[in-house]
């Protein structure tokens, strides 16, 4: 068991340009999250993936991201026509099911986007 | 109002000193409450989760559930150097699978 992973960990990107992140959870984990973290602030929910079906999407999610699990391993979350405003880490996390029905969640290293 | 509130610090210790982290929460149907830690530019990590109000221990770390007063706290014994990081409170949300972090609180452990 490795881990989480995540790919790019680092990607600059011009205004207006699409970009696609890969995370790879924990093999056993069915559960996948990703959230958004700025600078001096804690990790913001972005969406919920269980296996295959995205079962939960946050309220404040732009229609610019859109994220999918394919075939309910590896999961990728697509920005379109980014804005300086996107600028922040983008967090993996997975999960599968302990003492409660969500487990505890384990984070991968991290996308950080910087949008010039 | 927010849904995980902490204080954001920064807080200092001396070196073998017990820090204190609080954590208040909104929403009463939470039933998960984890700990992380987090250091500058690292992502976070996984330290405590506790699902049921009292105590629970694990080596120098105590997490505490008071699910009546919604809050949560983490106390760190005999706190080292390495220990200086930021603690960030979580909770799950009332369909359980959103999860709210607080802003985190910025601790220094002075040698």
């Known amino acids: 068991d490795t881990g989480v992973s995540q790919n790019p960990r680092h990607k600059i990107t011009k205004r207006g340009q699409n970009v696609t992140f890969r995370c790879d959870p924990i093999?056993?984990?069915?559960?996948l999250y990703w959230y958004r973290q700025t600078l001096g602030q804690g990790p913001e929910f972005l969406t919920y993936?269980?296996?295959?079906?995205?079962?939960?999407k946050s309220r404040l999610l732009s229609d610019r991201f859109s994220a999918e699990r394919p075939k309910g391993s590896f999961s990728t979350l697509e920005i379109q026509r980014t804005e300086q405003g996107d600028s922040a880490m983008y967090l993996c996390a997975s999960s599968s099911p302990g003492v409660t029905q969500w487990g505890e969640q384990y984070f991968g290293p991290g996308t950080r986007l910087t949008v010039t | 109002q927010k849904e995980v509130e902490q204080n954001s610090g920064p807080l200092s210790v001396p070196e073998g000193a017990i820090a204190s982290l609080n954590c208040t929460y909104s929403d009463r149907g939470s039933q998960s409450f984890f700990w992380y830690r987090q250091y500058s530019g690292k992502s976070p990590e996984l330290i405590m989760f506790?699902?049921?109000?009292g105590d629970k221990e694990d080596g120098r770390f105590t997490a505490q559930l008071n699910k009546a007063s919604q809050y949560v706290s983490l106390l760190i014994r005999d706190s080292q150097p390495s220990d200086s990081a930021t603690y960030l409170c979580?909770?799950?949300?009332?369909?359980?699978?959103?999860?709210?972090f607080g802003t985190g609180t910025s601790l220094t452990v002075i040698p």
């Open positions: 093999s056993e984990h069915n559960r």
């Open positions: 993936f269980q296996n295959e079906a995205q079962l939960e």
């Open positions: 979580a909770v799950n949300g009332r369909t359980g699978n959103q999860f709210y």
């Open positions: 506790i699902y049921s109000n």
